[in-house]
């Protein structure tokens, strides 16, 4: 018999990184069940990954998610999230009798939210960070290990037709909290007194908040509508893989002084994308130090627009060269996060073991 693994993800978003880690567990021989929301079953993130086995059991709510992982029996429990009063309770809950392995998103969770106490200091209970430098930033406070989630597919991913334009994408939800966008703005004004017209940025997110309904104003009162394309929020990973694989390049659109904390301890879908889909992102160099991909990417410091010709300028072979570079770079950060998994899951056998050596005295 397999063992059996429960990866549990109760919110609307994050699929990425448990269909990575459905993966892995796949490769290190358990059976994966998958609880999750109904809102993810059907935007289905693991819709170009057929033969990748997985039991999936989704509910309507957040609460029925939780309460449907409780109830199953299962060798080790993986929150994809781990974050949220009533997550972190149902772990608690788990932890009595079943090894947890825990997913840190937001390392400020673990810095200014005492309650997080109680699972950094059980030995049943593994935390993972999503990139390197967060398990650092809180390496006073928790030790540990860490992973990459990159976007897994397992067939070819179609494609939008070649329009002969190069094609940037700032992935993601719209959120002028997450990302820069007047950046953006300030860029393709730039570009456009250049007399560049070789290039569209598609934003994703496209939605009736007050925040984007601005940004759409501010474009199109610049007269830089026919450089930017929309994709609606909420779109399904169908459409979404479609257009991530369609695009030469991935903006993040975040630097130290406008969101501090993805340079610290909180990781970034859009680097995850970059590698996942082998794009060439264009990022703030401190970001591409920090996931170890400066090499291959092409870097700003606050000249956005330069770094967008720079990728405009770039001949079509070393463009090629770049991508066949970040797709390696998805097989080593792949093959490190198994390790990392199985030296988590070995730590909570050991654990396990001395708890019931312990006991029986």
């Known amino acids: 018999m397999k063992p059996r693994c429960a990866i549990v993800e109760c919110y609307n978003r994050h699929d990425e990184v448990y269909l990575t880690t459905a993966s892995l567990m796949q490769r290190l021989g358990y059976e994966v069940h998958v609880f999750n929301t109904m809102r993810n079953r059907v935007k289905n993130s693991f819709v170009h990954a057929p033969a990748?086995?997985?039991?999936?059991?989704?509910?309507?709510?957040?609460?029925?998610?939780?309460?449907?992982?409780?109830?199953?029996?299962?060798?080790?429990?993986?929150?994809?999230?781990?974050?949220?009063?009533?997550?972190?309770?149902?772990?608690?809950?788990?932890?009595?009798?079943?090894?947890?392995?825990?997913?840190?998103?937001?390392?400020?969770?673990?810095?200014?939210?005492?309650?997080?106490?109680?699972?950094?200091?059980?030995?049943?209970?593994?935390?993972?960070?999503?990139?390197?430098?967060?398990?650092?930033?809180?390496?006073?406070?928790?030790?540990?290990?860490?992973?990459?989630?990159?976007?897994?597919?397992?067939?070819?991913?179609?494609?939008?037709?070649?329009?002969?334009?190069?094609?940037?994408?700032?992935?993601?939800?719209?959120?002028?909290?997450?990302?820069?966008?007047?950046?953006?703005?300030?860029?393709?004004?730039?570009?456009?007194?250049?007399?560049?017209?070789?290039?569209?940025?598609?934003?994703?997110?496209?939605w009736f908040s007050k925040e984007f309904k601005a940004f759409n104003a501010e474009v199109e009162r610049k007269g830089l509508a026919h450089y930017v394309r929309y994709t609606w929020k909420g779109i399904g990973y169908r459409s979404y893989f479609r257009l991530l694989n369609s695009v030469d390049f991935i903006m993040p659109l975040v630097s130290p002084q406008s969101h501090p904390e993805y340079f610290r301890g909180k990781s970034t879908s859009s680097v995850a994308a970059a590698i996942g889909f082998g794009k060439v992102p264009v990022l703030h160099e401190r970001l591409a130090e920090l996931y170890g991909i400066e090499r291959f990417s092409l870097t700003y410091t606050d000249d956005l627009a330069g770094a967008m010709r720079s990728a405009l300028d770039l001949p079509a072979n070393e463009l090629a060269t770049l991508q066949t570079h970040m797709l390696q770079i998805k097989a080593d950060y792949s093959e490190f996060s198994l390790h990392q998994m199985e030296q988590s899951i070995a730590q909570l056998d050991a654990a396990s073991t001395r708890i019931v050596a312990a006991a029986a005295l």
């Open 52 to 206: 990748l086995a997985r039991h999936v059991h989704s509910r309507w709510s957040s609460a029925g998610v939780l309460r449907a992982a409780s109830a199953g029996r299962f060798d080790v429990v993986i929150f994809n999230t781990l974050e949220g009063s009533a997550v972190l309770e149902c772990a608690q809950q788990i932890i009595q009798n079943t090894p947890v392995l825990g997913f840190i998103h937001n390392a400020s969770f673990l810095a200014n939210k005492p309650e997080y106490s109680s699972v950094i200091n059980d030995d049943r209970c593994r935390l993972l960070a999503l990139a390197p430098y967060i398990a650092c930033y809180v390496a006073g406070i928790a030790d540990l290990n860490y992973m990459y989630p990159v976007f897994f597919y397992e067939r070819s991913v179609p494609r939008i037709a070649s329009n002969g334009k190069r094609r940037f994408c700032v992935q993601g939800y719209f959120d002028p909290k997450r990302r820069q966008y007047s950046q953006l703005v300030a860029a393709l004004e730039q570009l456009r007194s250049e007399g560049r017209n070789d290039f569209e940025v598609y934003v994703m997110g496209r």
